[in-house]
């Protein structure tokens, strides 16, 4: 019998803007944040990446609480919709504010980072995030629409991404450079986000819980539990596959914000040439779309496991000739490769939502629990954690090597730890995800629960 479907091309396109909206605020602070306290405002790179992890301990509880809020909310708007709506304000405002650092004395231009980048990522950030993310379990129980809202998600991040990888930089320049010039570019980036975000919001609406019930071969016996945070972290933090995938998601998202980060250090100081990074970006984005427009028809006939553990794999090997390539900065055979990389990541990447539905599933299954939104804040929590030791853990090796955003010319030490980050920690990051997807056959876990309910 064929899975009954919920949801229309627009449906599909709505979701997808929330992602690309993501990229035009919280891509643009993980990927430019950094040079621009370094280079613009001339603090030290070690002391920033040290202020983001001190920002990232209160995530973690932030995540799994947003999770059980969205688990306990019962309204008009759904679920998760109502989080995504009263965030989006905010959220924009934060960006506007992190690029428009007062002149003042360093202490207080570091305090006013903190304050600011902590209550954007630990609050209102993550509630949106966990809601967003939560979302496509909740709209539709159709296992391939759920792949396919990741197809949609990760297509429009990526072409938010290559947006602002090309724009960015020259947006700066054009509006004056300095202080003033990131003003006004992250002014600009607010207000598409806003208007991206509500899109995602008014263009899709949340099914029932007897609809999402009928996605399992499970009906329940007895009226669902309210959970609270501690029973809720003790339901996902049993469930083994969410502990595997917020690993995964750390560290892919620790890989994408290293590179981010770096990137426009690497064209800036190894190669010479910063208009690079939108080249760069290229190969990013046209093998992603590709991969990703792929991936349901792959899934269709092999399983999400398989897609995402052998494509994952061609994708190790193909950071092996970039590492090689990278640290000698031969640029074209580093797009090639780069080109092959990313292609066979992009399976993986596009059936996140899909994996955690699965997840989400699982513990249904198992503990009779609904906690959609506690089982994908694990996106929210690996996006934190990977994003946030990605850009600090950039902050203190640049540090490290003696960089110095104030000198025209850098030391060797530094280019090459820039060339190290950028080049050589895809290859070992990809390597343990691999290895990590091997295990995480979470679909078979719920094939055999529900062969044994029907026994």
């Given at each position: 019998m064929n899975e009954k479907t919920y949801l229309k091309f627009g449906n599909k396109m709505a979701y997808g803007t929330g992602d690309m909206a993501t990229n035009f605020c919280y891509g643009v602070i993980t990927g430019f944040m950094l040079i621009?306290?370094?280079?613009?405002?001339?603090?030290?790179?070690?002391?920033?990446?040290?202020?983001?992890i001190i920002s990232r301990v209160l995530d973690g509880i932030t995540d799994v609480l947003a999770g059980t809020m969205i688990d306990r909310t019962h309204s008009k708007w759904g679920k998760a919709r109502p989080y995504i709506f009263w965030t989006i304000f905010p959220i924009a405002i934060c960006e506007f504010?992190?690029?428009?650092?007062?002149?003042?004395?360093?202490?207080?231009?570091?305090?006013?980072?903190?304050?600011?980048?902590?209550?954007?990522?630990?609050?209102?950030?993550?509630?949106?995030?966990?809601?967003?993310?939560?979302?496509?379990?909740?709209?539709?129980?159709?296992?391939?629409?759920?792949?396919?809202?990741?197809?949609?998600?990760?297509?429009?991040?990526?072409?938010?991404?290559?947006?602002?990888?090309?724009?960015?930089?020259?947006?700066?320049?054009?509006?004056?450079?300095?202080?003033?010039?990131?003003?006004?570019?992250?002014?600009?980036?607010?207000?598409?986000?806003?208007?991206?975000?509500?899109?995602?919001?008014a263009g899709n609406k949340e099914l029932s819980e007897a609809e999402l019930e009928m996605g399992t071969d499970q009906e329940s016996e007895q009226p669902q539990q309210k959970t609270n945070l501690f029973q809720n972290l003790k339901y996902v933090f049993t469930n083994p596959y969410f502990v595997q995938q917020l690993l995964i998601g750390t560290l892919y998202n620790l890989l994408n914000n290293i590179a981010a980060a770096v990137g426009i250090y690497y064209m800036t100081y190894r190669l010479g040439a910063p208009a690079m990074l939108a080249t760069f970006q290229l190969t990013t984005v046209f093998p992603l779309v590709i991969g990703l427009a792929l991936t349901p028809a792959l899934v269709k006939r092999f399983g999400i496991y398989k897609v995402n553990l052998y494509s994952m794999a061609i994708s190790t090997l193909g950071c092996v000739p970039f590492a090689i390539f990278g640290m000698q900065g031969k640029v074209a055979l580093m797009l090639v490769f780069s080109v092959v990389r990313w292609f066979c990541a992009a399976p993986m990447i596009a059936n996140g939502n899909a994996i955690q539905a699965e997840i989400a599933g699982y513990s249904y299954r198992k503990d009779k629990v609904h906690i959609e939104g506690s089982v994908f804040s694990c996106n929210s929590m690996g996006s934190k954690i990977g994003q946030g030791l990605g850009t600090a853990g950039a902050g203190w090796l640049l540090a490290l090597a003696h960089y110095d955003g104030t000198l025209a010319v850098q030391p060797a030490s530094a280019i090459n730890m820039i060339s190290l980050m950028y080049a050589v920690l895809p290859l070992i990051i990809t390597a343990?995800?691999?290895?990590?997807?091997?295990?995480?056959?979470?679909?078979?876990?719920?094939?055999?629960l529900d062969q044994q309910a029907k026994a």
């Amino acid at each position: 019998m064929n899975e009954k479907t919920y949801l229309k091309f627009g449906n599909k396109m709505a979701y997808g803007t929330g992602d690309m909206a993501t990229n035009f605020c919280y891509g643009v602070i993980t990927g430019f944040m950094l040079i621009y306290l370094t280079d613009t405002v001339g603090l030290n790179s070690g002391i920033v990446g040290t202020l983001m992890i001190i920002s990232r301990v209160l995530d973690g509880i932030t995540d799994v609480l947003a999770g059980t809020m969205i688990d306990r909310t019962h309204s008009k708007w759904g679920k998760a919709r109502p989080y995504i709506f009263w965030t989006i304000f905010p959220i924009a405002i934060c960006e506007f504010l992190l690029f428009s650092t007062p002149v003042m004395s360093q202490v207080l231009q570091y305090a006013y980072f903190f304050v600011i980048y902590t209550v954007l990522n630990d609050f209102f950030f993550t509630a949106n995030n966990v809601a967003y993310s939560t979302l496509s379990a909740l709209i539709t129980a159709n296992k391939n629409e759920r792949v396919q809202l990741g197809v949609y998600r990760f297509a429009f991040a990526t072409l938010g991404s290559l947006v602002t990888s090309a724009l960015t930089m020259a947006m700066v320049n054009g509006f004056g450079g300095g202080v003033v010039g990131w003003r006004w570019t992250a002014l600009i980036y607010s207000v598409v986000f806003v208007v991206l975000d509500l899109i995602c919001f008014a263009g899709n609406k949340e099914l029932s819980e007897a609809e999402l019930e009928m996605g399992t071969d499970q009906e329940s016996e007895q009226p669902q539990q309210k959970t609270n945070l501690f029973q809720n972290l003790k339901y996902v933090f049993t469930n083994p596959y969410f502990v595997q995938q917020l690993l995964i998601g750390t560290l892919y998202n620790l890989l994408n914000n290293i590179a981010a980060a770096v990137g426009i250090y690497y064209m800036t100081y190894r190669l010479g040439a910063p208009a690079m990074l939108a080249t760069f970006q290229l190969t990013t984005v046209f093998p992603l779309v590709i991969g990703l427009a792929l991936t349901p028809a792959l899934v269709k006939r092999f399983g999400i496991y398989k897609v995402n553990l052998y494509s994952m794999a061609i994708s190790t090997l193909g950071c092996v000739p970039f590492a090689i390539f990278g640290m000698q900065g031969k640029v074209a055979l580093m797009l090639v490769f780069s080109v092959v990389r990313w292609f066979c990541a992009a399976p993986m990447i596009a059936n996140g939502n899909a994996i955690q539905a699965e997840i989400a599933g699982y513990s249904y299954r198992k503990d009779k629990v609904h906690i959609e939104g506690s089982v994908f804040s694990c996106n929210s929590m690996g996006s934190k954690i990977g994003q946030g030791l990605g850009t600090a853990g950039a902050g203190w090796l640049l540090a490290l090597a003696h960089y110095d955003g104030t000198l025209a010319v850098q030391p060797a030490s530094a280019i090459n730890m820039i060339s190290l980050m950028y080049a050589v920690l895809p290859l070992i990051i990809t390597a343990i995800m691999t290895v990590l997807l091997y295990f995480q056959k979470v679909e078979k876990a719920n094939e055999m629960l529900d062969q044994q309910a029907k026994a």
